[in-house]
Nanobody, 115 residues
Framework: QVQLVESGGGLVQPGGSLRLSCAAS????????MGWYRQTPGNQRELVAV???????NYAASVKGRFSISRDNTNSAIFLQMNSLKPEDTAVYFC?????????WGQGTQVTVSS
């Protein structure tokens, strides 16, 4: 089992920045990728950014150049630096981890971009 806990959401004005954090615990050596997804009411959860154990990254087209995913040296935490935030980035952001067999989710953290 892998447990994920997100933090760092909140309210920010358009053009502002936020940094999300996700701490993983449990069987973290089994994780092959970690990432961030987001969801708005009535819509499916969508990929924001993902990083593999080897360090490869992938971003949604809507956030490329504005968001950056990174991890700590122990591979037990990932971060999402969000710059130039737009109202359409408003969503609940979920941390995700996969080990090739199972997918794990955090509880989500609300990000609201509004003036």
């Amino acid at each position: 089992q892998v447990q994920l806990v997100e933090s760092g959401g909140g309210l920010v004005q358009p053009g502002g920045s936020l940094r999300l954090s996700c701490a993983a615990s449990g069987r973290i050596l089994s994780i092959v990728s970690m990432g961030w997804y987001r969801q708005t009411p009535g819509n499916q959860r969508e990929l924001v950014a993902v990083m593999t154990r080897g360090g490869s990254t992938n971003y949604a087209a809507s956030v490329k150049g504005r968001f950056s995913i990174s991890r700590d040296n122990t591979n037990s935490a990932i971060f999402l630096q969000m710059n130039s935030l737009k109202p359409e980035d408003t969503a609940v952001y979920f941390c995700n981890a996969a080990n090739g067999i199972q997918v794990y989710w955090g509880q989500g953290t609300q990000v609201t971009v509004s003036s």
